[in-house]
């Protein structure tokens, strides 16, 4: 029973760093071209926008109401309103330190992906925890999901006043949280997670909020019927994405 618990325990931490160092290969490799990362800087905010709005509503929320239906909607709306809450409380210490040089909706992106991840965590660890091959197949979905959104999340961060190094490094940080995720799922849920689908359902709050109250708006800035239209289909292709992928 031991050896098989520590080939489980191999198997969960592989899958995870993979997914974590992977999906960040995406950002890095943007992050090495300083004058076409600052012109295509909207487009990865456009598509950001329309990753989350697809994970949120495309990915998330059918998943959670296909495991339960009940008050999945009220879970989605505690997302949404405790994102609120945090993001008053960030306006309200930026106004009293004097730091206006960040923008908060890259401190609230930076929770809502550390909480996404946490959540994929335990989908990997739960699945592996059922079969080996259950948990690669889960692992492999989980990554091709998590590369766009990185790269999409990483624009956020720069756009909203991270340089370029401590983008990657957040970022990496919130990928990390999908460990916390993995130990949670391995010792409480691998047996029952009946909870999980309000954890999806809080998440997509959270990812609604954030693309809707804070990035939508900021595209709104830009007036140019041109940039308008680049915006429109960096939008759509985020939403694509995650629908191919799903």
């Known amino acids: 029973m031991v050896f098989i618990f520590s080939h489980l325990y191999f198997y969960i931490f592989l899958a995870i760093l993979s997914v974590s160092f992977i999906s960040l290969i995406g950002a890095l490799i943007l992050s090495l071209n300083r004058e076409w990362l600052k012109k295509t800087l909207f487009i990865l905010v456009s598509f950001a926008t329309g990753s989350l709005l697809g994970a949120a ?80 197949a889960t692992s492999i979905a989980i990554l091709f999901h998590e590369i766009p959104q990185e790269i999409g999340d990483f624009g956020i961060l720069l756009y909203g006043g991270f340089s370029k190094g401590r983008a990657l490094f957040f970022n990496f940080l919130a990928s990390l949280t999908s460990f916390l995720g993995a130990f949670v799922g391995v010792f409480f849920l691998s047996q029952d997670i009946s909870i999980l689908p309000y954890l999806l359902a809080f998440a997509a709050g959270n990812f609604i909020y954030i693309a809707s109250t804070d990035l939508l708006p900021e595209l709104k800035e830009h007036s140019k019927s041109s940039t308008s239209l680049i915006q429109l289909i960096a939008i759509l292709m985020g939403v694509f994405t995650i629908a191919f992928i799903t």
Request: net charge negative.
């Open 57 to 136: 509503f495309l990915d998330l929320l059918p998943e959670a109401l296909e495991n339960c239906e009940k008050n999945i909607f009220v879970m989605t709306l505690v997302g949404i309103l405790s994102f609120f809450i945090i993001e008053k409380f960030i306006h309200w210490h930026h106004h009293h330190t004097g730091e206006h040089d960040i923008h908060p909706f890259t401190y609230m992106n930076l929770i809502g992906d550390g909480f996404h991840n946490f959540i994929d965590g335990i989908a990997i660890a739960a699945s592996f925890s059922h079969d080996i091959r259950l948990g690669i």
